[in-house]
């Protein structure tokens, strides 16, 4: 297995999913954005896009469904809520939940605010989108547990939700993180395979 990741990236999820779960894997930091700052990378992800997961002959792409595949590949682990739960069904929507609804205007408001030249920056529509995360975010913590996303326990549906309130943190959206969601990330978040991803990222040993 091998992991392509960018630092700060929604790569980020299956790279604290690979730590949660102690698996073994290639992991490769690169500089963003990867398909023009890497070269051959358009080969290995036609997309051009992070992540990028290989499995033998397989590649994903898509950092949800590569935490839910972890899971039940190299499982079986807590960390997947399984067929059989009774809230399998709110696990799944979580996972599309945390891309869909809130990773997506976070990414309208990064490309307009920081990725794009000056002159092709959108305030208004960044605006408006940090608006719509905001609002999302706010309702999506009316469905999270009184712990954890769901179930009574972390998985990877905390990894996926989580990943998008770090990410808000990252490029000036803290102000639309409500106390109640900045609490349940700063509870998930203190867990060693977390620490140990964010030590992967920072390319330094775990401890120092």
Same mark, same amino acid.
């Given at each position: ?125 960044? $605006? *408006?989108? +940090?608006?719509?995360? =905001?609002?999302? %975010?706010? &309702?999506?913590?009316? #469905? ?12 990877? $549906? *905390?990894? +996926?939700?989580?990943? =998008?309130?770090? %990410?808000? &943190?990252?490029?000036? #959206? ?35």
């Amino acid at each position: 297995m091998k992991l392509y990741h960018c630092a700060g990236a929604r790569s980020f999820r299956p790279l604290w999913a690979l730590e949660e779960m102690g698996l073994d894997y290639d992991f490769e930091l690169m500089p963003f954005p990867p398909r023009f700052a890497r070269e051959g990378y358009l080969e290995i992800n036609p997309l051009g896009t992070v992540p990028a997961f290989t499995d033998g002959d397989l590649l994903m792409t898509e950092s949800s469904a590569i935490c839910h595949y972890l899971g039940t590949k190299y499982g079986p682990t807590d960390l997947v809520v399984g067929i059989d739960e009774p809230e399998y069904g709110r696990y799944l929507n979580f996972l599309h939940m945390s891309d869909a609804t809130l990773t997506f205007p976070q990414t309208i408001v990064l490309r307009y605010t920081m990725l794009e030249a000056a002159e092709r920056r959108l305030p208004q529509a960044a $605006a *408006d989108y +940090a608006q719509w995360f =905001a609002s999302r %975010l706010r &309702g999506a913590m009316k #469905l999270v547990g009184p712990e954890y996303a769901c179930a009574g326990r972390f998985t990877m $549906a *905390d990894i +996926a939700v989580g990943y =998008a309130i770090k %990410l808000a &943190g990252l490029i000036g #959206l803290q102000d639309a993180v409500p106390e109640n969601a900045a609490a349940y990330f700063a509870r998930i978040s203190d867990r060693d395979g977390y620490r140990r991803a964010m030590a992967r990222e920072e390319g330094r040993s775990i401890g120092t």
